[in-house]
Nanobody, 125 residues
Framework: QVQLVESGGGLVQAGDSLRLSCAAS????????MGWFRQAPWKEREFVAA????????GYADSVKGRFTISRDNAKNTVYLQMNSLKPEDTAVYYC??????????????????WGQGTQVTVSP
């Protein structure tokens, strides 16, 4: 139904900022709730941020509150993750995901139907 492609990752220093983008195919993007997850080597996939279908409500992991901002532009079929004040512990592969489930426990990866391939974010100390 939808294909997701992340971009914007890279190697930065602690304190720097990055903006990740997730481009979605198709013309039904606004029907999906969207989330960002991350996974570091030898770690479980971790919830980062989520946003409702029209961007009215957002949710964040405690570890990124005040530093990261999720947003979406449905006209461009794109969701963003603005990451400020990056820390070495933010280093991970970042994945965007789309969910069509009405209940939507958004912190759980199993709630999402579609996933991108991920983009690497590395933060040096």
């Amino acid at each position: 139904q939808v294909q997701l492609v992340e971009s914007g990752g890279g190697l930065v220093q602690a304190g720097d900022s990055l903006r990740l983008s997730c481009a979605a195919s198709g013309r039904t993007f606004s029907s999906y709730r969207m989330g960002w997850f991350r996974q570091a080597p030898w770690k479980e996939r971790e919830f980062v941020a989520a946003i409702t279908r029209f961007g009215k409500t957002t949710g964040y992991a405690d570890s990124v509150k005040g530093r990261f901002t999720i947003s979406r532009d449905n006209a461009k079929n794109t969701v963003y993750l603005q990451m400020n004040s990056l820390k070495p512990e933010d280093t991970a592969v970042y994945y965007c995901a789309a969910s069509s489930r009405a209940g939507w426990d958004y912190v759980k990866a199993g709630e999402y139907n579609y996933w991108g391939q991920g983009t690497q974010v590395t933060v040096s100390p």
